[in-house]
């Protein structure tokens, strides 16, 4: 978690709100980063969980990730829920809880539902205090 929160520290930079992700192999190795970068690209699809996903297929030369864990700071949303389920990541870690968006378990529970093709094992709440301290320090100064 401490690599997905160094990447979530690098979006504000240009503007983003501060989300963060990395993707692991089963050695444990990063084969995936990104930080959210919606604003600076002017892409919605710019998520912190998009980019590492797309990193990590072209690091592996797969699209298949199902030996690989998504560690990100925020509860994924559902747009992100589903790139996990298509990607077939094999778990997923989080840190802060998304009770506006969040669709791993706050507003939806995507990866859960019966109807997903892929139900990757999830652990919530993983540094959860200093992933949502960086959500409140950039909402705060923007208010």
Known sequence: M???????ARAPAHDDVPVGA?????AGSVIGRGHNRREVDADPLGHAELMAIAEAAT???RWRLDDA?????????A?????????????VVFGAF???????????DLLR?????????VRSGVRAEESADLLREFFSARR
């Open 2 to 8: 401490g690599l997905a929160l160094a990447e979530a």
């Open 22 to 26: 990395v993707v692991l192999d089963r």
């Open 59 to 61: 690091i592996t030369g």
């Open 69 to 77: 864990t998504l560690v990100v700071t925020l509860e994924p949303c």
């Open 79 to 91: 747009m992100c829920a589903g790139a996990l389920v298509g990607s077939r990541i094999s778990r």
């Open 98 to 108: 998304d009770d506006k968006a969040g669709a791993v378990g706050s507003v939806w």
């Open 113 to 121: 539902d019966r109807a997903a093709l892929h139900h990757p094992t």
